[in-house]
């Protein structure tokens, strides 16, 4: 179960991603659930792009850490395609949680890289520390 500080509120609810925006901090937190496919990776990346955007947000914690399973084709498509649109939307930082399963990591390793080109970007083993240097931001 998911638990979210007292001032988040949950904007996109499925069974492969959560997206709340929490008040306190001023971030949108992506909580990646499961397997992830191509087509999951593209339909959560839409939604996380309309919230950035909705909620006027330049932060987000990306947490892997619930993810399993490869998934290069959504990571080939989120290091080519996602960065304009995220930038467009208004990201500037990400904290990035890795899943502690190597194969899901080894898919977030490349979109990372990718990613710190466009976006002042770290990826972390632990959330506490993700989060407070996003706070920090």
Request: hydrophobic share 45%.
């Amino acid at each position: 179960m998911l638990l979210l500080p007292m001032a988040s509120r949950i904007l996109f609810d499925a069974s492969f991603l959560v997206l709340s925006f929490d008040y306190t901090h001023n971030w949108l937190y992506a909580d990646w659930r499961g397997p992830q496919t191509l087509e999951t990776v593209q339909a959560g990346s839409a939604q996380l792009v309309e919230q950035l955007r909705r909620e006027r947000c330049d932060k987000l914690l990306n947490d892997n850490r619930a993810v399993h399973g490869m998934w290069m084709d959504g990571s080939e498509w989120i290091s080519r395609d996602l960065p304009p649109e995220l930038a467009a939307a208004g990201l500037r930082y990400v904290a990035w949680v890795y899943s502690p399963e190597v194969f899901s990591r080894l898919s977030a390793q490349r979109v990372v890289e990718q990613a710190s080109r466009r976006f002042l970007t770290f990826a972390f083993e632990d959330a506490a520390a993700a989060r407070a240097w996003l706070s920090s931001m």
